[in-house]
């Protein structure tokens, strides 16, 4: 309860709803009058905008989707669909100066039907870079232009989206790119990540391995880059997207603020020249269309989980966004058509209105300014690996319970990005737990004075767990980290408190450091990325099946592979029973054992100790490595379903089934299955989240043993393998007959006509997922938008036809996932 209590103030004072001074955070202002609007210029225009003439801004049409990212590319359902301002129409982009004195408005770059976004103004003050998107394409790229409109010269090129470009010190340019190839683990667009390129646009290579956006880089007063990151590591999707920083060559990758508090878009943020201070976006929620949010400041001096460090500026106010500070006392920011001018009290007014038509974007001043300091790489790029030092794996925060002495090892892991992906959920990945698949890497050895250091390979997000003597998981990390090429970083502990420093009181050089680094020690003759089908169900089938089948339903669990409309029937009962405790798209920095083997009772049962069940060594490793790979179901994204596969799972069950059944249901079962005991026709979903312990993880999973979906879900009620055994027939029939009886003997027998239009029912919906080639199925293939992104991305060859031609998904995926693994360059590569 203590625990809620503070997350719900927590959430209260990020997204604004509670004042600065309730919160306790930086002293807010006393409230005052309104000041005139006059008086608000007159105070900027002798003071910060005293020598400043003019601005540069975008205009652009507004885009459809609701995300803030969601602005780039086409949906992975339909290449035609666009995603980008004005959603494929012609748009109303402009590149504009405007002169704060005379208010005179000269259009730099008419866009003609194209899009223009992200003006950034150089040191010199006398070029501007954005990113374009020419009338009749569809991608953005970088282009460079003088103050005077002349001179408009072209970056970069190709295929792939550049945009929310920055000029570093040192004269390359760092950007968010789309060259990634990746998708939104849960939504229907592509993902930006952090690249770096020379002045010119030459030699492109990401500075980032973010499998989800990276967004509004900027440069720091230290030389170091602040940007937005959100990802979701075996926790929920909708509330980690704040601030991070690091160097300008993707080394110190670290938090800024806020990894440890849920909700809340912190975007488009800035230093405040002079301070240690920053201002920025707060989009609440899950972030709001164009980046719209309260504008916020925040102190660094306070570390990245203070609360405290955060003062709103105008609670009350239009939402804004684009934020550019001059002082602690002079801001503007982009609302709607305007650009407003604010003071450190949140007052504010409106400064120039744009015309139209299209609305006004990434208001910035035109002049020159000093280079912060260029810091130099600490990445070493003829090296393939990185090295990570963990100073004592017991400092940290939430760990409860945790001897010293009882963390052995580290278990390494990989979060895997997308090469598709159509859905806001998890589709077949797996059961509301985790939105991708990881990849086991091995292990790492942890010290008796709970150091660790370890070589990684650079360039991917990894993450890890810690182990016990037996190999049972102990803390689990949900988040992912990453090093350069020969970079060494380093922890202070298991998601220890950030306003401490490795070595910090200790008396001796960690154990750990004493020796070279250590290897990952793979686990040889397994599969490193997990499939339920492949490698769990055969586990089941020799010692499990025998009493959990429909023939002999013990527990009233199948563990049978026969697949419903989704998942195999025992994939469902053992992550819905809670056999196996996954992220639960729940918060993150989840209490010890409670997640992973050590809170999965399916490992206990199968010791021996469970009527006998004892598996082999071998049989022990495969099950223990896909629980704490995350216990997916698909092994492989081609088994994620475009809207018509899932259309059919979900309508195969509603149109030959549940239509039917309702008719019987009146005549047959209503007088049993009521609202405790609904049938699927009349569940109401809106019910089980009332008792959701995070109302705003969407999709938290709340399934008990006792929850009606557990046994009245169509994921179990139907077998869509072996139709005849579907639950839905034996539970009413009787037992002479075959059935179950469990809900009395109301088909007396197979004969009976109601029972025969049930069984059809289920025919149908079997033939429905076969002719779709749903995975789990026999039949199954990829569907097409898979096949076109492996074409796009060169793994498939452009020929190919997947209607006449064989395809491994499985090593077409390990193909698409090693285009990110970093090769060291070879003599006389750059």
Same mark, same amino acid.
């Given at each position: 309860m203590v625990r809620a209590a503070v997350t719900a103030i927590l959430w209260a004072v990020l997204t604004g709803l509670v004042g600065a001074a309730a919160s306790g955070g930086e002293k807010a202002p006393p409230k005052a009058p309104q000041k005139a609007t006059k008086a608000i210029l007159d105070q900027a225009l002798a003071g910060p905008l005293k020598t400043i003439d003019e601005f540069v801004f975008a205009t652009r049409s507004r885009y459809d989707d609701g995300h803030w990212y969601a602005n780039i590319g086409y949906y992975c359902e339909d290449e035609n669909a666009k995603a980008y301002a004005g959603n494929g129409k012609p748009d109303t982009g402009k590149l504009c100066k405007w002169n704060l004195r005379t208010g005179q408005l000269a259009v730099l770059l008419d866009a003609q039907g194209g899009s223009v976004r992200d003006p950034q103004v150089h040191y010199d003050g006398r070029k501007i870079l954005f990113s374009y998107r020419k009338a009749g394409t569809d991608c953005f790229n970088l282009y460079e232009i003088g103050t005077d409109g002349a001179r408009l010269t072209q970056l970069t090129s190709g295929r792939y989206d550049d945009y929310e470009p920055t000029y570093l010190p040192d004269g390359d340019i760092l950007f968010v790119s789309t060259r990634c190839r990746r998708w939104v683990s849960c939504w229907k667009t592509h993902v930006g990540i952090m690249h770096r390129c020379g002045p010119d646009g030459g030699n492109i290579r990401p500075v980032s391995c973010n499998i989800e956006h990276d967004n509004t880089p900027?440069?720091?007063?230290?030389?170091?880059?602040?940007?937005?990151?959100?990802?979701?590591?075996?926790?929920?999707?909708?509330?980690?997207?704040?601030?991070?920083?690091?160097?300008?060559?993707?080394?110190?990758?670290?938090?800024?603020y806020g990894n440890e508090h849920p909700g809340t878009?912190?975007?488009?943020?800035?230093?405040?020249?002079?301070?240690?201070?920053?201002?920025?976006?707060?989009?609440?929620?899950?972030?709001?269309?164009?980046?719209?949010?309260?504008?916020? *400041? &925040?102190?660094?001096?306070?570390?990245? +989980? /203070?609360? #405290? @460090?955060?003062?709103?500026?105008?609670?009350?106010? $239009?939402?804004?966004?684009?934020?550019?500070?001059?002082?602690?006392?002079?801001?503007?920011?982009?609302?709607?058509?305007?650009?407003?001018?604010?003071?450190?009290?949140?007052?504010?007014?409106?400064?120039?209105?744009?015309?139209?038509?299209?609305?006004?974007?990434?208001?910035?001043?035109?002049?020159?300014?000093?280079?912060?300091?260029?810091?130099?790489?600490?990445?070493?790029?003829?090296?393939?690996?990185?090295?990570?030092?963990?100073?004592?794996?017991?400092?940290?925060?939430?760990?409860?319970?945790?001897?010293?002495?009882?963390?052995?090892?580290?278990?390494?892991l990989e979060v895997l990005p997308k090469p598709v992906?159509?859905?806001?959920?998890?589709?077949?990945?797996?059961?509301?737990?985790?939105?991708?698949?990881?990849? *086991? &890497?091995?292990?790492?050895?942890?010290? +008796? /004075?709970? #150091? @660790?250091?370890?070589?990684?390979?650079?360039?991917? $997000?990894?993450?890890?767990?810690?182990?016990?003597?037996?190999?049972?998981?102990?803390?689990?990390?949900?988040?992912?980290?990453?090093?350069?090429?020969?970079?060494?970083?380093?922890?202070?502990?298991?998601?220890?408190?950030?306003?401490?420093?490795?070595?910090?009181?200790?008396?001796?050089?960690?154990?750990?450091?004493?020796?070279?680094?250590?290897?990952?020690?793979?686990?040889?003759?397994?599969?490193?990325?997990?499939?339920?089908?492949?490698?769990?169900?055969?586990?089941?089938?020799?010692?499990?099946v025998s009493c959990h089948s429909p023939q002999k339903r013990e527990g009233k669990v199948l563990f049978t592979g026969d697949i419903g409309p989704h998942w195999s029937h025992s994939y469902f009962s053992l992550i819905a029973s809670g056999q196996v405790a996954d992220g639960r798209n729940g918060l993150g920095d989840q209490p010890p054992r409670t997640i992973g083997s050590s809170a999965s009772a399916l490992l206990k049962k199968l010791d021996g100790s469970h009527y006998e069940a004892k598996l082999s060594a071998r049989q022990q490793r495969m099950l223990w490595l896909w629980i704490e790979s995350g216990a997916p179901y698909a092994g492989t994204y081609a088994g994620l379903r475009n809207a018509k596969a899932e259309a059919t799972g979900h309508g195969a069950a509603g149109t030959h089934v549940f239509g039917p059944l309702k008719e019987v249901f009146g005549r047959r079962c209503s007088q049993c299955h009521g609202p405790q005991r609904p049938l699927p026709h009349n569940y109401d979903e809106k019910e089980r989240k009332k008792d959701c312990p995070h109302p705003t993880a969407v999709y938290e999973r709340i399934i008990t043993k006792d929850d009606p979906q557990l046994r009245y879900s169509p994921a179990i009620l139907l077998n869509l393998t072996r139709p005849e055994l579907s639950a839905l027939l034996l539970a009413p029939l009787a037992r002479k007959s075959g059935g179950w009886e469990s809900c009395g003997a109301v088909f007396k027998d197979t004969g009976d006509g109601d029972y025969q239009k049930l069984l059809a029912g289920i025919k149908a919906a079997q033939a429905a997922i076969q002719a779709e080639g749903q995975f789990g199925t026999p039949q199954f293939k990829p569907n097409h938008q898979y096949v076109r992104e492996m074409k796009r991305f060169g793994i498939l060859p452009a020929a190919f036809d997947a209607g006449k031609e064989p395809i491994d998904v499985y090593a077409t995926d390990e193909k698409y996932w090693h285009l990110f693994w970093y090769a060291p360059p070879q003599d006389g590569q750059q």
């Open positions: 900027w440069v720091l007063p230290d030389g170091r880059i602040l940007y937005t990151r959100w990802e979701y590591v075996d926790r929920s999707q909708m509330e980690f997207h704040h601030l991070w920083a690091m160097f300008p060559d993707g080394t110190g990758q670290t938090v800024f878009v912190m975007i488009d943020a800035k230093p405040i020249p002079g301070t240690d201070k920053i201002v920025a976006s707060f989009s609440p929620g899950h972030g709001v269309n164009e980046h719209a949010g309260r504008i916020a *400041v &925040l102190t660094a001096a306070r570390g990245p +989980d /203070d609360p #405290s @460090a955060v003062r709103i500026l105008a609670n009350n106010a $239009p939402l804004a966004h684009d934020p550019y500070a001059f002082s602690e006392d002079c801001f503007i920011a982009a609302q709607g058509n305007k650009i407003i001018l604010m003071d450190g009290a949140g007052n504010s007014q409106a400064l120039y209105t744009y015309p139209g038509p299209g609305n006004l974007h990434e208001p910035r001043p035109i002049m020159a300014r000093p280079r912060e300091p260029v810091l130099a790489g600490r990445s070493t790029l003829s090296k393939a690996a990185g090295y990570m030092l963990l100073d004592d794996v017991y400092r940290g925060r939430n760990l409860p319970g945790v001897q010293r002495g009882e963390i052995k090892k580290l278990l390494v992906n159509f859905s806001g959920g998890m589709d077949l990945t797996s059961f509301l737990g985790s939105f991708n698949l990881e990849r *086991v &890497l091995g292990t790492v050895p942890v010290e +008796d /004075d709970g #150091s @660790a250091y370890f070589e990684v390979p650079a360039g991917r $997000p990894v993450f890890f767990v810690a182990l016990d003597k037996d190999d049972l998981s102990v803390k689990r990390m949900q988040s992912f980290t990453t090093v350069m090429p020969g970079e060494n970083e380093g922890c202070v502990g298991c998601h220890e408190q950030r306003v401490t420093a490795p070595l910090e009181q200790r008396q001796q050089r960690p154990l750990a450091m004493r020796r070279a680094p250590s290897p990952l020690q793979p686990f040889a003759g397994f599969p490193s990325v997990l499939d339920f089908n492949r490698d769990i169900q055969p586990i089941l089938d020799q010692h499990c």
